[in-house]
């Protein structure tokens, strides 16, 4: 990144290589097996802030992108790329591209989803091919609104991928790796052949992410052998919460100390 980002692109920054993300080993071989070998659907879980999104938003464009790298991350350029980059800004009820990508794709809101936008998507999927992806943002919802009988048919009946995201509720462990989604039905379960959890980054990882981001985003750590650690205990080494310290830092003289991690409140992020 050349250009020096503001603290609102930090706070809500994508990885453009697979090579940013931390953690999330699994969900990253997931996705390199789905761009190397093809399409199946995949389901997502995981709570809040640990990459869920950023993981999935990543394998979407790597998976459009047609300029796609050796290393399978997306070219970030192309007018696919570009339209995915502004697309996921105003994810609202249906986004749909068809752009010099060689696959079409939807995106599917599904906590504000109306049921008539659904029935479009589901005429819309129906005609294409395994060349769609269709991704249902926290997908558990259509079960706790009521309206998933429409989403499964049409899963059932289409030849296209499909790529879902669900929140987890955290259960006993701090490894990130739970399995209650509240709402998420059995038969929409059954639909992912491939199902995996997001696990958060063990320390050395995360502390070598928080120096590359800190370096690549221009933000000076002061007492690096504090701040670091106090950041990584405070966050529970999930990478969405320290990219919000991260976004306050930058906002502040683009300076992090271990007096900032301790004043940030995590709870009212949360
Ligand atoms: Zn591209």
Request: hydrophobic share 40%; charged share 25%.
């Given at each position: 990144?050349?250009?020096?980002?503001?603290?609102?692109?930090?706070?809500?920054?994508?990885?453009?290589?697979?090579?940013?993300?931390?953690?999330?080993?699994?969900?990253?071989?997931?996705?390199?097996?789905?761009?190397?070998?093809?399409?199946?659907?995949?389901?997502?879980?995981?709570?809040?802030?640990?990459?869920?999104?950023?993981?999935?938003?990543?394998?979407i464009m790597?998976?459009m992108?047609?300029?796609?790298?050796?290393?399978?991350?997306?070219?970030?350029?192309?007018?696919t790329c570009?339209q995915l980059m502004?697309g996921r800004?105003?994810?609202?009820?249906?986004?749909?591209i068809?752009?010099?990508?060689?696959?079409?794709?939807?995106?599917?809101?599904?906590?504000?989803?109306?049921?008539?936008?659904?029935?479009?998507?589901?005429?819309?999927?129906?005609?294409?091919?395994?060349?769609?992806?269709?991704?249902?943002?926290?997908?558990?919802?259509?079960?706790?609104?009521?309206?998933?009988?429409?989403?499964?048919?049409?899963?059932?009946?289409?030849?296209?991928?499909?790529?879902?995201?669900?929140?987890?509720?955290?259960?006993?462990?701090?490894?990130?790796?739970?399995?209650?989604?509240?709402?998420?039905?059995?038969?929409?379960?059954?639909?992912?052949?491939?199902?995996?959890?997001?696990?958060?980054?063990?320390?050395?990882?995360?502390?070598?992410?928080?120096?590359?981001?800190?370096?690549?985003?221009?933000?000076?750590?002061?007492?690096?052998?504090?701040?670091?650690?106090?950041?990584?205990?405070?966050?529970?080494?999930?990478?969405?919460?320290?990219?919000?310290?991260?976004?306050?830092?930058?906002?502040?003289?683009?300076?992090?100390?271990?007096?900032?991690?301790?004043?940030?409140?995590?709870?009212?992020?949360?």
């Amino acid at each position: 990144m050349k250009r020096l980002l503001t603290p609102r692109e930090i706070q809500r920054w994508y990885p453009e290589r697979w090579s940013e993300i931390a953690g999330n080993s699994r969900l990253v071989k997931a996705w390199h097996d789905f761009l190397q070998y093809g399409g199946t659907n995949m389901l997502f879980t995981g709570p809040s802030r640990t990459g869920k999104t950023r993981t999935i938003a990543l394998g979407i464009m790597a998976a459009m992108c047609p300029h796609r790298s050796a290393k399978k991350d997306p070219c970030g350029v192309c007018s696919t790329c570009q339209q995915l980059m502004n697309g996921r800004e105003s994810l609202n009820g249906i986004f749909a591209i068809l752009a010099e990508s060689k696959c079409s794709y939807f995106a599917v809101d599904c906590e504000t989803v109306s049921v008539d936008e659904l029935k479009v998507v589901t005429r819309d999927v129906r005609m294409e091919s395994a060349t769609t992806l269709v991704y249902l943002d926290e997908v558990a919802a259509l079960g706790r609104r009521g309206i998933d009988t429409l989403m499964l048919k049409a899963i059932d009946e289409t030849p296209a991928i499909w790529i879902a995201s669900a929140i987890a509720v955290r259960k006993g462990n701090a490894k990130g790796n739970v399995k209650r989604i509240p709402g998420l039905s059995d038969p929409m379960l059954a639909r992912f052949a491939v199902k995996e959890g997001t696990a958060l980054p063990l320390e050395p990882e995360l502390t070598a992410w928080i120096k590359e981001r800190c370096k690549a985003w221009e933000i000076a750590i002061e007492k690096e052998e504090q701040t670091i650690p106090l950041l990584i205990k405070r966050s529970r080494h999930r990478v969405g919460m320290v990219i919000l310290v991260l976004a306050v830092a930058a906002s502040r003289g683009r300076r992090l100390g271990p007096d900032d991690v301790a004043g940030f409140d995590f709870q009212a992020a949360d």
